[in-house]
């Protein structure tokens, strides 16, 4: 992957982290980028003390963060003459704090792991469902024990038409935005691309409301193969916009000849299913499709998909979103 320069790895108190931190490692060498890494603490009410094992005793919030700043020297220090590299303990509610991060230092890549290494329920948790839905740049969660490199990218996008102009203009950027970000990777990792659009029929649905002129099955299936067709131009109209919008892509796309798949269904079921099915280790994929509404977080299409999924996440914002966390709160 060659378009960060400034990355941001959150480091979790235990092993899974370490994953998250090897990858943030080799993208940030491969694109000569500058690195920073980080842990969040919660902040400790002032004057709270443990024994230091002498006589005396030691502010707890010091305590951890001379902690937090042993492990992570261990970390970084025998990498400092490869990269720009340096390490932060920031204090207060994990997802606040790494979007202020963010802000403050215009970090263009969030990398971590999930706060749930079992997976047990869900991929992500409160923190990090906060951080997908808020943060303005990419964020890349990348799964305990996921295969290395990469076998399978999957990129879903969205070519529906029926959008007000201004938004159809900002979904097709997104749509860019995520082939341009999953060829990349699959590029990086060696790995197959493959791209997905689910789609439902409108004349199904029409067909099915009980105030709708009765057609017959042959008039339905007809009207339905109409759409597929419709869907198949604007897939195929995206890829080949991929190759006539950046030289670069162009190359990319015709090296890795992408699998297309257009899938009939609710795409909130039918993206997680064809993940499963595919056994793709991470999904590039646009969270949020409107811009320059303060607070607009991802629609419950995407969020359902991400509670379905079990693999890696490169989750991607449209240029001009805008994030809810301020610095001056």
Not at 225 to 243: A, G, I, P, S, W
Request: charged residues 25%.
């Amino acid at each position: 992957m060659r378009r960060f320069k400034n990355i941001l790895c959150v480091l979790e108190r235990d092993e899974s982290s370490r994953l998250a931190f090897e990858r943030s490692v080799a993208l940030a060498e491969n694109n000569q980028a500058s690195l920073t890494v980080v842990d969040v603490i919660q902040r400790v009410p002032a004057g709270f003390s443990v024994p230091d094992g002498s006589k005396g005793s030691i502010n707890l919030q010091t305590a951890m963060v001379r902690d937090l700043e042993s492990r992570a020297q261990a970390l970084i220090e025998p990498l400092r003459q490869r990269l720009h590299i340096q390490h932060k303990v920031l204090s207060g509610t994990s997802f606040f704090e790494v979007i202020r991060e963010v802000l403050r230092n215009r970090h263009d890549l969030v990398i971590k792991c999930p706060e749930s290494p079992a997976w047990l329920d869900r991929l992500f948790a409160g923190d990090d469902m906060h951080l997908l839905r808020k943060c303005p740049c990419p964020v890349w969660f990348i799964k305990p024990h996921a295969a290395k490199p990469y076998r399978r990218i999957l990129a879903a996008v969205d070519v529906d038409d029926l959008y007000p102009p201004q938004e159809l203009k900002t979904r097709h950027a997104l749509n860019l935005q995520v082939l341009e970000m999953a060829a990349s990777l699959a590029l990086a990792e060696s790995a197959e691309l493959h791209v997905v659009h689910a789609w439902e029929a409108m004349a199904e649905l029409v067909g099915s409301l009980a105030f709708s002129p009765k057609q017959s099955k042959e008039q339905i299936t007809a009207d339905v193969e109409q759409e597929r067709e419709q869907r198949k131009q604007l897939l195929d109209k995206l890829m080949r916009n991929v190759k006539t919008e950046s030289s670069a892509m162009g190359d990319a796309v015709d090296y890795l000849k992408p699998r297309t798949y257009l899938v009939k269904g609710s795409a909130r079921k039918e993206v997680p299913a064809l993940a499963h099915q595919l056994a793709v280790d991470c999904i590039v994929m646009g969270t949020v499709a409107r811009t320059g509404i303060r607070g607009f977080i991802m629609g419950n299409t995407a969020e359902t998909i991400l509670e379905q999924i079990d693999c890696s996440v490169l989750a991607v914002k449209p240029e001009g979103f805008v994030t809810p966390v301020a610095l001056d709160e």
